[in-house]
């Protein structure tokens, strides 16, 4: 019990801490920062054209 609750848990959660948290963070950061630039260029020539 003591190893194989002590074993997996200490690995699993480690790897699925650090795994998760920096990679949706990282492609959450670049998708956000390519899909910025496009939306704001159409919104502001859309308010100027009008």
């Given at each position: ?13 480690e790897?699925?801490?650090s ?31 009008r």
């Amino acid at each position: 019990m003591s190893s194989s609750s002590g074993a997996p848990p200490d690995s699993a959660g480690e790897e699925f801490l650090s795994p998760p948290p920096a990679l949706p963070r990282s492609e959450n950061h670049g998708f956000n920062l390519r899909y910025q630039p496009p939306r704001v260029s159409v919104r502001l020539s859309k308010g100027t054209g009008r």
